[in-house]
Structures are given as structure tokens and as C-alpha cells.
């Protein structure tokens, strides 16, 4: 890897790669943006968390994001027609910021490659290719997809990024190891109406009798996730509208959500997304957003993890880009993910609010008082993306989740 990186091609003008491409433009390198333009009418990933707000801002597009989405002061979690738990952004101890939005994502998208394409970088709509250099680790640019940037980098880039999402152009070229999670569930999204909430803006999980569900308020309407047991979505129906709108009509907790939840979109299907790769950078290339790894949808981490990453591999990037520059920015996104994995883990297994449920009861002696106010400051910064990347926070509520449930059992909660 050259020590020196003034030309970077990014593949893919998500939030990561457009992110990271404003980054590197403002600064002064030469970087070309490709982005294939052609995807889906409605895209996932439209609930942020609080720690991405300060991205936003730091793009400059706060404004022109809370302009077109909803405002959010909070998360709500449905666990049966009995028992809820809502809890707002403002209440978390020492929180830098108290609130977030539920974006529409085409708009966010095109933001950030607006501000991408302001700060100098250069925007091909084309998809992108890239071919190994005989059996090496080496990558370049297709001489197409160099011959659709005219000239821009005097021939080949000193870096490649794959930020192309879950297509995961690079790991699939280099056949890169990776680790799958322990979920194999089939995620169905669309847009609906006529669905009431419980805390205006919210975003929503409900507990379903299999899997769970994301409600996420947005202007004029409510995007709409089942997350289930891959092989029992097949037998709900022949195509993935007759899956979806089985399970709208069929949960019991769906009940709660008003009279007449309508869909108005098709259905979109993600399968097999909870993937890591082992390997984040090799010769001449480096991995970015989705295509470094992603973990689930639940507590809504993804875009986070976007532009944290975009931020520290430009951080790498401008300290020249050395081996070690990139294996600390490896690491980083590794430690963030893994800080995540573990607490969605114990999303799963139940022991994550069987937790919230002792600490009610246990904050009522004089020692739980004094654990509370402690607990307070580190449990919820971990859902608001605050500490996610931290080691202590993320650390706390893995240990508390194994060790601390006393002798109630996690399993009523978990997810089937
Ligand atoms: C079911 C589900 C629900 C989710 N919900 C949330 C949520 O509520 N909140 C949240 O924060 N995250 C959520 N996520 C995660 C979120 O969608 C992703 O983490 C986020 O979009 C990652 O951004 P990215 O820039 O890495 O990739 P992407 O957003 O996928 O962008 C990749 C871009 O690359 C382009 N591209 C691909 N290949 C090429 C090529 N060869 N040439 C040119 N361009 C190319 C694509 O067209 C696309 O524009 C969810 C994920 C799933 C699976």
C-alpha cells in the first residue's frame, strides 16, 4: 500500500462512499464517485440514531434533512398487547445529542452526493468494475469503467473503496473470508398507511410470535419491516406481497396498530445480510460501509456505521494511508461492529430487557439506586450510538446481559 494516497476511486454513492468522498474532496485529493443510480423505489436504512446527527451537521445538510423527514425523540419497544417500554433520547445521562430523524433514504442520498460532488469530488452515474491483477491481491479499475472518468486520474487510482453495499463487489472478486452472524432471517419491507404509533416519531419494534417488526414514522406514511424465520415466510404465501400482507393481517400484536393498515408500495426482500468480512484492506483497495460488514437491522446501526467508518478511514486516508494507518482504521470498524453484534445478540436471546425488567425492580433498593444512576449513563449512550464505539459502554451491557438477570429466565423475551 502506498504511503501516499492522492487518488481514490470510491465504488458506490450510498451514505459511506458519497460520506467518505466529501471527506478526502474537502481536503484536497483527487476522487471520482461511482454510483450505478438504479436502485430500488424505497431503500431501508431510514431510522438514524442519535450519534449520527453530528454527521449530518458536519456535512452541512442538518437542515436540509430535517426539512423532509420526521423528527424523533425517541425509541418505542412492543413486546405484547400488556408491555411496552418507550424511551426518549432526552432522558439518556450526559447525551451529547437528544434527538435524531426517520429519513426518506433517496432524499439522504442524494444530499450527501450533492455535498460530494460541492467538495470537488468527481460524480460518474455509471456501475463500476474492477478486475484482478493476475493472481495477485492487487485490484484496478476495468479499463471501461477508467475510460468513464476521461483522464480524471492519469491512470490508475492509488486506492480503491468499495462502499457498493451489499453487492459486495471486492470480497466476491477477492473471495474474501468472512463471518456470518447467527440470524438467517428474511427481512420484508414496504411502505403503509393507516398505522397508529405509540409515541409520535418514534421509531417502533414490536415483538411478533415469529420474528419482530420495525415501525418508522415518515412524512405522510410508515415504513413497514418483518424480520422472520426465513423458512416460515415461505409458508406464508406464494410471492412476498402475499408474505408481507399475511403477517399484517395475521400477528396479534398488528391489532395494536389501528383498523386498517394499508400497504402502498411492492415488497422488498433482504436475506443473508449479517456478514463481516475478515479482511478490511489488501494492495491498493479497502472496504467501506455494508461491504466492511453489517449486522441487523434492529436499533437501526447501519448508517451509523456508514459514516463512522467513512470518517475514520478518511482520518487513514489523510495520514497518508500507510499499512498501519489502515490497519487502526480495521480495527476500529471491527471493534464498532462487534460492540453492536453483541448487543443485538442479546436482543435475540432475550437478555436485553429482561435486564431493563430487573433494573426496575432492583433500582428501587439503595445499592440498584446507586448501580441506576451509573447504569443510566452507559446503557442507553450504547443505543443512541454514542458509545458504540466505545470500549467500556458497549462492555458493561454485554457483561450485565450475561451476569446480572439474576434468576429470571431471558427466554420469554427472545425472539422466535
Ligand atoms: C432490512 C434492513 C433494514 C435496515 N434498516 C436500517 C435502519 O433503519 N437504519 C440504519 O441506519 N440502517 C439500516 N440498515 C442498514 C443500512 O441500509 C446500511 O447499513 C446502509 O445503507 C449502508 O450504506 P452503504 O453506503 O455502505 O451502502 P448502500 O447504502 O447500499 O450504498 C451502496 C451504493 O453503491 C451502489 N453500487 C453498488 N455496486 C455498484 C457498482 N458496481 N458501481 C457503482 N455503484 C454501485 C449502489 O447503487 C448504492 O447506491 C438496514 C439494513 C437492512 C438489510
Not at 78 to 83: A, D, G, K, V
Amino acid at each position: 500500500m502506498g504511503s501516499r494516497i492522492r487518488s481514490v476511486a470510491i465504488i458506490g454513492g450510498g451514505p459511506a462512499g458519497s460520506a467518505l468522498a466529501y471527506y478526502l474532496g474537502r481536503a484536497g485529493r483527487k476522487v471520482v464517485l461511482f454510483d450505478k443510480g438504479n436502485r430500488p423505489p424505497i431503500i431501508v436504512g431510514e431510522s438514524l440514531v442519535p450519534a449520527t446527527v453530528p454527521f449530518l451537521a458536519e456535512l452541512g445538510i442538518e437542515e436540509e434533512v430535517r426539512g423532509y423527514s420526521t423528527f424523533k425523540e425517541g425509541a418505542s419497544f412492543i413486546f405484547n398487547s400488556e408491555e411496552s417500554l418507550s424511551f426518549k433520547f432526552a432522558d439518556v445521562r450526559g447525551a451529547k445529542t437528544n434527538y435524531s430523524y426517520n429519513v426518506p433514504r433517496d432524499k439522504l442520498d442524494a444530499s450527501i452526493s450533492e455535498v460530494a460532488a460541492r467538495s470537488g469530488a468527481k460524480l460518474v452515474r455509471e456501475t463500476a468494475r474492477v478486475e484482478r491483477v493476475g493472481q495477485s491481491d492487487r485490484v484496478q479499475l476495468a479499463p471501461e469503467t477508467l475510460a468513464q472518468t476521461e483522464g480524471y486520474f492519469e491512470g490508475q487510482p492509488d486506492l480503491i473503496v468499495d462502499a457498493s453495499g451489499r453487492p459486495r463487489m471486492l470480497p466476491n472478486l477477492l473471495d474474501l473470508p468472512y463471518q456470518h452472524g447467527d440470524r438467517r432471517d428474511t427481512a420484508l419491507f414496504a411502505h403503509c398507511q393507516g398505522i397508529a404509533q405509540v409515541v409520535e416519531g418514534n421509531v417502533h419494534t414490536d415483538t411478533l410470535t415469529h420474528g419482530w417488526s420495525w415501525r418508522i414514522p415518515l412524512p405522510g406514511k410508515m415504513s413497514v419491516g418483518f424480520v422472520v424465520d426465513s423458512d416460515y415466510v415461505k409458508t406464508l404465501g406464494a410471492d412476498l406481497e402475499e408474505q408481507f400482507d399475511a403477517i399484517l393481517a395475521r400477528e396479534p400484536v398488528i391489532k395494536l396498530w389501528g383498523d386498517s393498515p394499508k400497504r402502498i408500495t411492492p415488497v422488498l426482500k433482504y436475506t443473508n445480510y449479517q456478514l463481516v468480512s475478515k479482511r478490511g484492506f489488501g494492495d491498493g483497495w479497502v472496504l467501506l460501509g455494508d461491504t466492511f460488514g453489517f449486522v441487523d437491522p434492529v436499533f437501526s446501526s447501519g448508517l451509523l456505521l456508514a459514516f463512522d467508518g467513512a470518517k475514520a478511514l478518511s482520518t487513514a486516508i489523510l495520514a497518508g494511508g500507510d499499512e498501519r494507518a489502515m490497519r487502526r482504521y480495521d480495527q476500529h470498524v471491527r471493534h464498532h461492529i462487534q460492540a453492536w453484534q453483541k448487543t443485538i445478540d442479546h436482543f435475540y436471546d432475550g437478555r436485553l430487557f429482561t435486564l431493563f425488567k430487573v433494573g426496575e425492580v432492583v433500582r428501587h433498593t439503595p445499592i440498584g439506586r446507586l448501580m441506576d444512576f451509573h447504569f443510566r449513563k452507559h446503557v442507553p449512550r450504547v443505543f443512541t450510538g454514542e458509545a458504540s464505539s466505545k470500549r467500556y459502554s458497549p462492555a458493561l451491557v454485554d457483561f450485565m446481559c450475561r451476569y446480572a438477570l439474576m434468576d429470571n429466565d431471558p427466554s420469554a423475551l427472545a425472539i422466535r
